[in-house]
T-cell receptor, first 110, second 112 residues
Framework: QKEVEQNSGPLSVPEGAIASLNCTYS??????FFWYRQYSGKSPELIMS????GDKEDGRFTAQLNKASQYVSLLIRDSQPSDSATYLC??????????FGQGTRLTINP | DGGITQSPKYLFRKEGQNVTLSCEQN?????MYWYRQDPGQGLRLIYY???????QKGDIAEGYSVSREKKESFPLTVTSAQKNPTAFYLC???????????FGSGTQLSVL
């Protein structure tokens, strides 16, 4: 079992719809969780961080964390073509080490 | 401006050759990291360093070496022992535990 798992996609969503990205992790002791967006050939950029159970909203983005189910998700509302990218889930497993999932490629169709 | 600078942007390696990727940061961060990314894949940790003159192996350290003689610098050497070095290499830093990573712009390494 991989430490952090994501559906690799591709995930295709119509413009204006909600895109839902999911991530599961294996280490119950994980304390912090991050979503990064990566455009092709570029470095990842942080979209959201979440540390406690529940929802965290920032503009069109909402991160959801359920530690009991070892599940973290990212919702993108009112999806725009500029949201087309690969989204990486990352989990902090202690000692300042982040473990990344394989990424989900998202395409927003105009 | 504060940030992380990686160089070169593109690098080509001949068989049997060692090559060194540069990573410099002026963010005053203690921890620095090297990740490898293969096409369509996530990031895998090669090496990391939490303080000067100390570093630890990550998940895929074989065929790589690092040094941390200065807080600002964390160069990565891809040795001839790394038989499949073609990948996108990312350097990152963070100010402390549970903090976000700041990434450099990456180096694309290819084999001639």
């Amino acid at each position: 079992q991989k430490e952090v798992e994501q559906n690799s996609g591709p995930l295709s969503v119509p413009e204006g719809a909600i895109a839902s990205l999911n991530c599961t992790y294996s280490d119950r002791g994980s304390q912090s969780f991050f979503w990064y967006r990566q455009y092709s050939g570029k470095s990842p950029e942080l979209i959201m961080s979440i540390y406690s159970n529940g929802d965290k909203e920032d503009g069109r983005f909402t991160a959801q964390l359920n530690k009991a189910s070892q599940y973290v998700s990212l919702l993108i509302r009112d999806s725009q073509p500029s949201d087309s990218a690969t989204y990486l889930c990352a989990v902090n497993r202690g000692a300042q080490k982040l473990v990344f999932g394989q990424g989900t490629r998202l395409t927003i169709n105009p | 401006d504060g940030g992380i600078t990686q160089s070169p942007k593109y690098l080509f390696r001949k068989e049997g050759q060692n090559v060194t990727l540069s990573c410099e940061q002026n963010l005053n961060h203690d921890a620095m990291y090297w990740y490898r990314q293969d096409p369509g894949q996530g990031l895998r940790l090669i090496y990391y360093s939490q303080i000067v003159n100390d570093f630890q192996k990550g998940d895929i350290a074989e065929g790589y070496s690092v040094s941390r003689e200065k807080k600002e610098s964390f160069p990565l050497t891809v040795t001839s022992a790394q038989k499949n070095p073609t990948a996108f290499y990312l350097c990152a830093s963070t100010p402390g535990s549970n903090e976000k990573l700041f990434f450099g712009s990456g180096t694309q390494l290819s084999v001639l």
